[in-house]
């Protein structure tokens, strides 16, 4: 069963950076395309990054010139880097196929932006 080990959160003053990382195993990941889902408290999770198998990029419309999606294929790694972040950017972060997720989840990491 595929598994996603996200890392990287933490407490950002707004205009700050954060690099999001997610470990992928259990799966051929370089066949796939991936995400970086987010879910703030009271909403429902969203999409906001995605690389394809053949790296093309698409963002929600909120967060983009701002974050960028990576990988590593040959790492079974995903990244997320988010520049000038700002308090609605408060979530915890997730990765996972895409775009519609998986039955399996990780546990997320917190990202916290104050004002």
Do not use: H
Not at 100 to 109: A, E, M, R
């Amino acid at each position: 069963q595929v598994q996603f080990v996200e890392s990287g959160g933490g407490l950002v003053q707004s205009g700050g950076s954060l690099r999001l990382a997610c470990a992928v195993s259990g799966r051929r990941f370089s066949n796939y395309a991936v995400g970086w889902y987010r879910q703030a408290p009271g909403k429902q999770r969203e999409l906001v990054a995605v690389m394809t198998s053949d790296l093309s990029t698409n963002y929600a419309d909120s967060v983009k010139g701002r974050f960028t999606i990576s990988r590593d294929n040959a790492k079974n790694t995903v990244f997320l880097q988010m520049n000038n972040l700002k308090p609605e950017d408060t979530a915890v972060y997730y990765c996972n196929v895409a775009p519609w997720g998986s039955n399996s989840w990780g546990q997320g990491t917190q990202v916290t932006v104050s004002s």
